[in-house]
């Protein structure tokens, strides 16, 4: 995965293993969800309300068929995704460097340069490129924390394109992978509750990596990045998200402001629960697919905390198997004559073998 061929059980391979650019770390689908609401892949494994089915593959033969239609002689039921121990979801860091620094590249202006809280400084919506619009610079509060729409724009994108031509970000170092060479996770783990939460009061994700070098010669850690993570659910009415931390987070529901947490501070928190108002607000429906997108940038050296809780979300999945008695004879039927009673020449209960026939090896007193 990553090479630019797509071989065996890959759904698509880009030639990279970044998240969120329509082709999964893993080479599988990833569901369209710029601007709100997804959009279904047929193969991504989730059952989009405008699907007949989907199991995860491209294949025909097995229940569900390339175009994600119910084959003949089966019947694909819709449930949920048992809860797994843990959930792992790909996330995207940019590494930047403090404002002011020339080596070992541009140092980023709103990095390590301002301080102070504010709601306002995003747009309530993302932009059509899924990424949040610069609002304001100082928002609900006195002092300026963002210095203009391009410094924050080149928080989480990689270019800007104008008139044909492009311009790389300048500040960043790009960091989808691991040390080793593994696309970056984060891993949320079950609780008691069955909330799934990741918590840590020493959030440095990429110390070594991106820029590869300290700025503090107090502190060895890296304080100077952004994060993005992405999750898809189906909406069921109730699901809860809380987080905890600094500094800015932004938190998006179906292409809507959630959570405002913007500006430097310490550990402050911000949840919503997914009621029937919450749902009018952010324009959710029952059975709809939709992203959940948390950006949050990590920019003044005094702590770094990241706690990420999520309550009752799901997704929706096709559980397809053939049906025996149908007198459709499927790839995991040997046969089936719509009777199944086990009769000279028919077949047996359970579609799986033949009854009784001429040439079966077996004289029948009363078919010889």
Not at 174 to 183: E, I, Q, Y
Not at 230 to 248: A, C, H, K, P, S
Not at 250 to 269: R, T
Request: proline fraction near 5%.
């Amino acid at each position: 995965c990553g090479d630019g061929h797509e071989e065996g059980f890959e759904q698509g391979d880009d030639g990279n293993r970044t998240p969120f650019d329509s082709c999964s770390p893993t080479c599988t689908a990833e569901p369209q969800c710029a601007g709100g609401q997804c959009t279904a892949v047929c193969g991504d494994g989730l059952k989009f309300p405008q699907e007949a089915c989907d199991d995860g593959n491209a294949a025909n033969g097995d229940g569900c068929s390339a175009t994600c239609q119910i084959e003949p002689g089966y019947t694909c039921n819709v449930s949920t995704l048992s809860p797994p121990d843990q959930l792992v979801i790909p996330i995207l860091y940019r590494d930047f460097l403090y404002a002011g620094t020339t080596s070992p590249g541009p140092g980023h202006p709103d990095f390590e340069a301002f301080g102070g809280a504010a709601t306002g400084l995003v747009m309530q919506d993302l932009g059509a490129d899924g990424e949040p619009v610069y609002a304001s610079s100082t928002g609900s509060g006195s002092a300026v924390v963002i210095t203009s729409a391009q410094s924050f724009y080149w928080w989480y994108h990689q270019q800007q394109c104008t008139g044909g031509t492009c311009t790389d970000n300048p500040y960043d170092k790009l960091v989808a992978a691991d040390a080793s060479g593994n696309p970056m996770t984060l891993t949320l783990t079950r609780l008691a509750s069955g909330a799934y939460q990741f918590d840590t009061s020493a959030f440095f994700p990429i110390d070594g990596l991106g820029w590869g070098t300290s700025q503090n010669i107090l502190d060895p850690n890296n304080f100077s990045f952004t994060s993005e993570l992405r999750y898809v659910f189906t909406y069921q009415g109730g699901e809860v998200l809380n987080f905890r931390g600094d500094d800015d987070v932004y938190v998006f529901i179906n292409g809507k402001l959630a959570v405002d947490l913007g500006g430097l501070h310490g550990p402050e928190s911000g949840s919503i629960t997914l009621d029937a108002s919450a749902a009018s607000n952010l324009g959710l429906a029952v059975g709809g697919m939709y992203q959940i997108a948390v950006f949050q940038a990590e920019r003044h050296t005094i702590g770094s905390n990241y706690q990420l809780t999520l309550s009752g979300f799901v997704h929706a999945i096709s559980d397809c198997h053939s049906v025996c008695g149908d007198k459709v004879v499927t790839s995991d039927e040997v046969c089936d004559d719509g009777t199944n009673d086990g009769s000279y020449g028919g077949c047996m209960p359970g579609c799986q073998a033949r009854g009784p026939y001429c040439g079966d090896g077996k004289t029948q007193t009363d078919h010889d």
